[in-house]
């Protein structure tokens, strides 16, 4: 069994003066896993990313039970910042986590107030520049960058800490298609080079039907599905309300296979989902 990069235990939570937002919720994202958190509007989804960074409760707040886990570890007791050190978090509203007038002090900023030398600083930020396809753009003014160059930015900010986990709520809300797959293919880059754990809330699962290897359904702040991308996705199926949000291709997927009892493959491209409805039809004529 591979080893929790987090984990959620019997966990409820509340903010002050609200009902429960989150209820039960137990689950284990796997490290080194890419996870897809998703669920529709409210479900909880927001919140669920703070709790797993630590920013609620021990940050905003509110009424809470159970445990949480960040590389076994609890977060019980331990500063947001200590915790930010092993956990990336990058919100839908990433403009507010820009603090700087330029590329270099942005990255700079979350590293000094980590007690890393000038020297370290210096490198690390050379680095997750690279790592983000904006290299020697340390001394750009944010307001020269463009909003998708902003994004990569922040995700660089994030990457120059070593964080071994790295959360995405909705990352690409702003962003056309191409701004879209572009980014994810980023972060993808970065799983696989790094071992990074990701962790990612998005509404249009298309972009990340390459990429998912976990995938965890939330309504109305309960778990309905936690597993293996290919195990939680039936589950997901047999809720209208959360079909619309699995890929487009396995909506046809799972419909096929409870039309007509079949057992299609892992399509993970147009391409695939092309070859194995071939190697259905062939059989079909044979018989």
């Given at each position: ?61 509110g ?11 609890s ?59 904006l ?25 120059a ?54 995938l ?66 062939f ?5």
């Open positions: 069994m591979m080893e929790s990069a987090i984990q959620l235990q019997d966990f409820y939570f509340a903010y002050k003066k609200s009902d429960i937002v989150l209820h039960d919720i137990n689950i284990n994202v796997r490290k080194g896993s890419f996870t897809v958190l998703a669920g529709p509007s409210g479900a909880g989804k927001t919140t669920l990313c703070k709790a797993m960074t630590g920013i609620v409760p021990y940050y905003m707040g009424r809470y039970s159970g445990d949480v886990k960040v590389l076994g570890e977060t019980r007791g331990r500063r947001v910042s200590d915790i930010a050190m092993r956990v990336g978090f990058i919100m839908e509203d990433y403009e507010s986590q820009l603090v700087s007038l330029t590329a270099g002090e942005e990255i700079a900023f979350s590293l000094l107030n980590h007690g890393f030398s000038a020297k370290e600083v210096a490198e690390r930020t050379r680095k997750a520049l690279e790592d983000v396809g290299p020697g753009r340390e001394s750009y003014q944010l307001d020269e960058l463009s909003g998708g160059q902003r994004q990569r930015l922040l995700l660089a900010a994030t990457l800490v070593h964080p071994e986990i790295i959360v995405l709520d909705e990352p690409v809300s702003a962003m056309d298609p191409d701004g879209a797959i572009s980014l994810y293919k980023l972060v993808y880059d970065i799983h696989k080079a790094y071992g990074t754990t990701i962790v990612a809330v998005e509404h249009r699962t298309d972009y990340l039907l390459p990429y998912v290897t976990d965890i359904a939330l309504k109305e702040g309960r778990v309905i599905a936690s597993d293996s991308f290919e195990a939680a996705a039936p589950k997901m199926y047999a809720d209208p309300e959360l079909r619309c949000l699995l890929p487009s291709l396995w909506q046809v997927k799972l419909g096929l296979e409870e039309r007509f009892g079949v057992d299609l493959g892992d399509w993970r491209s147009e391409q695939d989902a092309l070859a194995d409805l071939k190697t259905y039809k059989e079909r004529r044979a018989d």
